[in-house]
């Protein structure tokens, strides 16, 4: 049985993607993220011998914390965090029982470390509509929730990612872009590899609506009108962002729990 201080796997796993999700601390020693360098989504990785260092940072949030098993490493910093009233649980059996329950990793190699920064910093065209929408959002949910993203004109791109050590996305000739007939929202969860039943719905919508593919499902169409919508309701490309998380948090909770449910659905109004 979990005990009061430790989540469980199922538990965290609903929780990650969605606003409601805790900070991840990773704490395994170097030698062991070396044997398997994924992470759980949303994760970062920290020293366990300074965990106090994220006491200002952590104050006033929850927070999960793992190692390889989720034994001394994790329950000490933890027990440390919580002399701070921080509430902090550990996750049940660590790493390696989420890797055991199948549950998503990321490719941590994948993971662009802007230099001398905590968070990843990436850059794209300005006035965004769908991929620029859903790949900030994906980002934050399941790479890094504090990422921070440049809006500059198109020309600048690739001249402010160089200045600004920013990883550039969604522009033609760059790594994180379309693929054929993939988006780039398509490349991210292929290169972080995160293909989950809901995050593979989501693709095919946001691809139908970003390259007018209508006809790869229903929702395409509405999907680009909504975007359309938020497009000319904000002149700032940041507050379009924000408005626009609320409206990619909704999309991935139809995707992951509603998408078979109808209009008068016994299931109408619960949330979980």
Known sequence: MTSPTEISVSQLSRLIGTPDCPVIIDLRIDEDYNDA?????????????NIEALVPAL???????????????SQGAAAILRTY?????T?????????????????ASKVPIAEGKTHTVWVTKQRPKIDRIACPWFIRRFIDPHAQFLFVAPSQVELVAEKFNATPFDVPDVFWTHRQEQCT??????????????????AEIIRGADTNCHNLAAECKGLMAISLGLSRMYKNDLEQLDAGMLIYDALYRWARDASNEGHNSSQDGVAS
């Open 37 to 49: 360098p994924t992470i759980i989504p949303s994760a970062m990785r920290w020293r366990f011998d």
């Open 59 to 73: 104050t006033g949030k929850s927070v999960v914390i793992y190692c390889q098993k989720g034994l001394k490493i």
């Open 185 to 202: 929202f398509d490349t991210m969860l292929s290169e972080f590899g995160l293909k989950t039943d809901a995050l593979n719905k989501m």
């Open 85 to 89: 009233n921080i509430h902090a649980e």
């Open 91 to 107: 996750l049940e059996g660590g790493h390696f029982a989420w890797r055991d329950a199948g549950a998503p990793l990321v490719n």
